[in-house]
């Protein structure tokens, strides 16, 4: 892989996870802010109708444009579906409503599983040099998600410390081999993150040692805890990191983002102070 650093397009991670509520939005949100608060460039990508990203970033609805609707389905050039956001170094391709019809008239399409792949395949992309491009998935197995597993070159997958957190998992990994023999042989587990931990539950620490137990090293070191401050940045439209940057899930977050470049074998840049 080329050094994300070194300004080309490098690398594609599709945020996916069948079950909703276990922190797909919330680690795309603040992965991102993270990464690019290290120098690295980043792209969200919506794809949940739902907007969870897009509004938890600032872009109400009315103000959104272009979205990725029309990125997957009616030809809209990339730079006008890219937004910036208020954090530097994050931009985000939102999302409305209007994708929640995408899934059937998707159906009927020849490229239905490749319009993703091919829509960031746009030259003009290239000019934004992002680093890492994060894809914010639905919560389901839908052709959303495997476009975004098409188009992707890892999975990253957060899992809820709760109780049947490993059920499930096992399809969504045969999803991750169906597409990976049909369409995207190079497609990797980037990792697991357990998300909402709480130290003080044997239940959390059930499923951290099961999930170490059954997926060894695709389980991230790094434990996002359940902390509040995560849970009222959104409403601030704001992540974590801006929010409140001395908190547990700020810190957590910084530590995901460094262990995900250590593990991709970048080394950090210079922080550049302002
Ligand atoms: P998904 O995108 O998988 O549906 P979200 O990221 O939207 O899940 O998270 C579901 C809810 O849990 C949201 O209200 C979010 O603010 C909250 N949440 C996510 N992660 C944490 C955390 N680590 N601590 C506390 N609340 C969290
Ligand atoms: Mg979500």
């Given amino acids: ?20 509520g276990v922190g797909k939005t919330t680690t795309a949100i603040n ?13 969200i990508v919506d794809l949940d109708p739902q907007g969870n990203a897009s509004t938890g970033l600032g872009l109400e609805s009315a ?36 994708l929640s019809s995408a899934d059937i008239e998707l159906v009927a399409n020849e490229k239905r599983s490749f319009l993703l792949r091919d829509a960031l395949r746009q030259p003009a992309l290239r000019r934004h040099r992002f680093s ?41 990994l045969l999803t991750v081999r169906q597409v990976r023999q049909s369409a995207n042989p190079a497609l990797r587990i980037e990792g697991v993150v357990l998300t909402m931990y709480d130290r003080r539950n044997n239940l ?9 137990e059954n997926l060894g090293e695709l389980v991230f070191n790094t434990i996002i805890p359940r902390n509040v401050r995560i849970s009222e940045a959104p409403s601030y439209a704001m992540p974590v990191l801006e929010y409140d ?21 970048i080394e950090q840049k210079e922080r550049v102070q302002a």
């Fill in 1 to 20: 892989m080329p050094d994300p650093s070194s300004g080309t397009l490098s690398k594609i991670i599709a945020i996916a996870n069948q079950k909703g």
């Fill in 31 to 43: 992965l991102g802010a993270a990464l690019a608060a290290e120098g690295f460039p980043i792209l």
């Fill in 63 to 98: 103000a959104r444009g272009l979205t990725t609707y029309d990125l997957l389905l009616e030809d809209a050039p990339i730079d006008e579906v890219i937004r910036p956001t208020k954090v530097p170094g994050l931009s985000i391709a939102p999302a409305t409503t209007d």
């Fill in 132 to 172: 890492f491009i994060l894809i914010d998935c639905p919560p389901s197995l839908s052709l959303l998600t495997v476009n975004a597993m098409v188009a992707a070159d890892s999975v990253l997958v957060p899992l809820q410390s709760e109780f049947y957190a490993l059920e499930g998992l096992s399809q969504l």
């Fill in 204 to 212: 959390s620490q059930q499923v951290e040692s099961d999930a170490r």
């Fill in 245 to 265: 940057p001395a908190s547990k899930g700020a810190l957590a977050y910084r530590d995901l983002a460094r262990e995900l470049l250590a593990r991709n074998g």
